[in-house]
């Protein structure tokens, strides 16, 4: 019985040689991973090789390492200690071609924030961050997309930076959750009291305006102030800022606290309030989960920082072609409702 001649390798590397625009050396080096090709030559053979169906195992079109930059602020509240580890156990699961480059700056240090994002001494191929939402801020990231770096948003949107992902919770969503639970839980016709960590951190932003949305709308008996009390998670300035509103006679029906410094609103209210006052707030940290089987607190909303730290990470890979390709949420993701009934046992940081 006769066979068809059988055809010959080269040909088809001549094929893939023809269709890359590089030589038929250049594809055997590519495809038998030997020698040295350029990053650019690498890409062309594989992409040819695969519109052309070659029936074998391909290579990875990149070649030599991958680095990624991870930057966050240096803050020590309990959910950016969550989110820190939460990354640290993804990171510890990756291809060992990554390199990945932890960067902490200084809280409100916007300088220390630029130079982490601006270019660095090797070749970035991507950056999960988590940043305020300034000019310079935008810039930067602008800048970082333009060299061609995936850029993977957390916790916080930043607007304008064409093709970057957002991990984190719809904020909006968030703060208007809050604005109505506080309607529907205040106990007493008086004010809410806002505070927020930063004005420059859209998700602050985001949360108080939709935390007012709702009480103007739904609830006109509860008085909403117009201008934000910031308070950097301090708990001294959120001590501080509760106290004040006690002090000059307001009814405090209600408080909405979009960040932490948490203690500080424990103490104020232990010594001030004289009537229960309702309170809402983020993240079931660990003071937080006492403060609700005390009944001083009356709902926490949970960003979930273990699926912000997954879904930032899946989405630079899948950019970098190294992992499958992922919907992300255009507003945001999903958040979670805890109250004193629904804690689970566990710490938050365990």
Same mark, same amino acid.
Request: with cysteine; hydrophobic share 40%.
């Given at each position: 019985? #006769?066979?068809?001649?059988?055809?010959?390798?080269? =040909?088809?590397?001549?094929?893939?040689?023809? %269709?890359?625009? !590089?030589?038929?050396?250049?594809? *055997?080096?590519?495809?038998?991973?030997?020698?040295?090709?350029?990053?650019?030559?690498?890409?062309?053979? !594989?992409? =040819?090789?695969?519109? /052309?169906?070659v029936p074998r195992l391909l290579p990875d079109a990149r070649h030599g390492l991958i680095h990624i930059d991870i930057v966050l602020p240096d803050n020590r509240t309990p959910f950016f200690q969550r989110l820190n580890r939460a990354l640290q156990r993804g990171v510890a699961m990756l291809d060992k071609r990554l390199v990945v480059h932890r960067v902490w700056t200084p809280d409100q240090d916007e300088a220390a924030l630029l130079r982490a994002i601006g270019p660095r001494r090797y070749p970035r191929q991507a950056l999960i961050v988590a940043a305020p939402d300034t000019p310079a801020v935008r810039a930067a990231l602008q800048q970082a997309r333009s060299r061609g770096e995936h850029i993977a948003l957390v916790v916080t949107r930043v607007d304008e930076v064409a093709g970057a992902g957002y991990f984190g919770i719809d904020n909006h969503a968030a703060g208007r959750t809050a604005g109505y639970l506080l309607g529907r839980l205040c106990r007493k016709v008086g004010r809410i009291l806002l505070l927020s960590s930063r004005r420059d951190y859209r998700g602050h932003i985001e949360r108080s305006s939709g935390c007012r949305e709702v009480l103007q709308a739904q609830f006109p008996q509860l008085q909403c102030d117009e201008a934000l009390r910031e308070t950097y998670d301090d708990p001294d300035r959120c001590y501080w800022a509760v106290s004040e509103a006690f002090r000059r006679g307001d009814v405090i029906a209600g408080i909405y606290n979009t960040g932490a410094g948490s203690p500080g609103i424990e103490a104020a209210l232990r010594r001030f309030a004289v009537?229960?006052?309702?309170?809402?707030?983020?993240?079931?940290?660990?003071?937080?989960?006492?403060?609700?089987?005390?009944?001083?607190? #009356?709902? !926490? /909303? *949970?960003? *979930?920082? *273990?699926?912000?730290?997954?879904?930032? %990470?899946?989405h630079v890979l899948a950019a970098l072609e190294m992992a499958p390709a992922t919907g992300a949420p255009a507003q945001g993701g999903e958040f979670r409702l805890y109250f004193a009934e629904n804690m689970g046992p566990q710490p938050y940081l365990a």
């Open positions: 019985m #006769d066979h068809p001649p059988r055809r010959k390798k080269t =040909a088809r590397f001549v094929e893939i040689a023809a %269709l890359a625009g !590089v030589s038929v050396a250049t594809v *055997d080096r590519v495809l038998n991973e030997r020698g040295s090709v350029s990053a650019r030559a690498r890409a062309q053979v !594989v992409e =040819a090789a695969r519109q /052309l169906g009537d229960k006052v309702c309170w809402v707030t983020h993240e079931l940290s660990d003071d937080h989960r006492q403060y609700l089987q005390q009944g001083l607190l #009356d709902v !926490v /909303l *949970d960003q *979930d920082p *273990d699926t912000q730290a997954i879904r930032a %990470l899946q």
